[in-house]
């Protein structure tokens, strides 16, 4: 008999093609993710579940999938949306895709950053607005990049990826990452600094750390304050590391110049919210690794996972054991 999954979304076909000869599968087929109960109700007697980051998995929803459950894939590198603690008790792996996504990542990173900087949104609507008379010497004036101090909160892959951009633009580049080496940082080409070193230094402040319970609203009123006036925020990493309400008040009073985020608390932001009127907010909807290529190679590595974690073999890309 066949193992059997429970595929939480469709994914690209590469994935499912590869899951397809080995399993007895279910995709939920609506373009928006389960809701728990029904997640939980679909999940029971499965050997294997392949979440995304829109699914929560709680020690609760792996105890009405029982006990036979391997295998918890995630098809993202970020897994804050599973209980890792209660699926390890429980002796059910945990897979993710790291890698394939950082390249991507980190290009959105740099969208951003150079979008927000050169105020290319608002140029968008000055246009449709009907305001363009003629070429104007101070219309639109922004920041200049090249030359600029960067700053990278969390040099793992993608935070690397983005200071290896940063060199071709002749960045200085700090970065604050509590576990890195100085030999890492002298790879990268970074300077390792303090964070509040880091904040009071940088003309951009990229974030890409994982969320966890020390990183949630590490940028936060008292963070922001530290800030210079004109420093520009990107966030490509997870919404909740920012305190969006103490982001708001900053930028709409001139703590820092802007934000550029491709990541929102809560997901999805609702079209009403007040931060979608500031002309300094530039908010895209988390589509960091949004490529045609990095979405398949996602989800060719989060099938072999699911494949492996059913079939009793070591994953090819377990989530680190920490
Ligand atoms: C991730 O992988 O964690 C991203 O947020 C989505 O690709």
Same mark, same amino acid.
């Given at each position: 008999?066949?193992?059997?999954?429970?595929?939480?979304?469709?994914?690209?076909? #590469? =994935?499912?093609?590869?899951?397809?000869?080995?399993?007895?599968?279910?995709?939920?087929?609506?373009?928006?993710?389960?809701?728990?109960?029904?997640?939980?109700?679909?999940?029971?007697?499965?050997?294997?579940?392949?979440?995304?980051?829109?699914?929560?998995?709680?020690?609760?929803?792996?105890?009405?999938?029982? #006990?036979?459950?391997?295998?918890?894939?995630?098809?993202?590198?970020?897994?804050?949306?599973?209980?890792?603690?209660?699926?390890?008790?429980?002796?059910?792996?945990?897979?993710?895709?790291?890698?394939?996504?950082?390249?991507?990542?980190?290009?959105?990173?740099?969208?951003?950053?150079?979008?927000?900087?050169?105020?290319?949104?608002?140029?968008?609507?000055?246009?449709?607005?009907?305001?363009?008379?003629?070429?104007?010497?101070?219309?639109?004036?922004?920041?200049?990049?090249?030359?600029?101090?960067? =700053?990278?909160?969390?040099?793992?892959?993608? =935070?690397?990826?983005?200071?290896?951009?940063?060199?071709?633009?002749?960045?200085?580049?700090?970065?604050?990452?509590?576990? #890195?080496?100085?030999?890492?940082?002298?790879?990268?080409?970074?300077?390792?600094?303090?964070?509040?070193?880091?904040?009071?230094?940088?003309?951009?402040?990229?974030?890409?750390?994982?969320?966890?319970?020390?990183?949630?609203?590490?940028?936060?009123?008292?963070?922001?304050?530290?800030?210079?006036?004109?420093?520009?925020?990107?966030?490509?990493?997870? =919404?909740?590391?920012?305190?969006?309400?103490?982001?708001?008040?900053?930028?709409?009073?001139?703590?820092?110049?802007?934000?550029?985020?491709?990541?929102?608390?809560?997901?999805?932001?609702?079209?009403?919210?007040?931060?979608?009127?500031?002309?300094?907010?530039?908010?895209?909807?988390?589509?960091?690794? #949004?490529?045609?290529?990095?979405?398949?190679?996602?989800?060719?590595?989060?099938?072999?996972?699911?494949?492996?974690?059913?079939?009793?073999?070591?994953?090819?890309?377990?989530?680190?054991?920490?």
């Amino acid at each position: 008999m066949k193992p059997t999954v429970f595929v939480a979304r469709r994914i690209p076909d #590469a =994935g499912l093609k590869i899951i397809e000869p080995v399993c007895e599968m279910q995709v939920w087929e609506n373009s928006l993710p389960p809701p728990y109960e029904n997640l939980t109700a679909r999940v029971k007697g499965v050997d294997g579940i392949l979440s995304l980051l829109t699914d929560r998995i709680d020690g609760a929803l792996m105890d009405a999938a029982g #006990a036979q459950l391997k295998i918890i894939s995630q098809y993202a590198v970020g897994y804050d949306n599973i209980d890792v603690a209660a699926a390890r008790e429980r002796g059910i792996a945990i897979g993710h895709t790291p890698g394939v996504l950082t390249e991507a990542t980190a290009d959105l990173a740099f969208a951003l950053l150079m979008a927000a900087a050169r105020r290319i949104q608002e140029g968008v609507e000055y246009i449709r607005a009907g305001h363009w008379k003629t070429w104007e010497p101070t219309t639109l004036l922004g920041a200049d990049i090249t030359g600029a101090t960067l =700053g990278i909160v969390g040099l793992g892959r993608i =935070g690397k990826a983005v200071a290896r951009r940063a060199g071709g633009f002749d960045m200085r580049i700090l970065a604050h990452s509590p576990s #890195a080496t100085a030999e890492t940082a002298a790879e990268a080409g970074v300077t390792l600094v303090d964070l509040d070193r880091l904040l009071r230094e940088s003309d951009f402040v990229s974030l890409h750390v994982p969320l966890n319970a020390r990183t949630r609203h590490l940028i936060n009123r008292d963070t922001l304050r530290k800030m210079k006036p004109t420093a520009i925020l990107i966030n490509t990493t997870r =919404g909740p590391v920012v305190d969006q309400q103490a982001l708001y008040d900053a930028l709409s009073s001139g703590v820092i110049g802007a934000a550029a985020l491709d990541v929102t608390d809560p997901e999805p932001m609702s079209p009403d919210d007040p931060l979608l009127r500031l002309p300094n907010a530039l908010i895209v909807p988390h589509v960091g690794s #949004a490529t045609i290529k990095t979405r398949d190679r996602m989800a060719v590595m989060a099938a072999e996972n699911l494949v492996a974690g059913v079939t009793g073999k070591p994953l090819p890309h377990p989530v680190p054991s920490k």
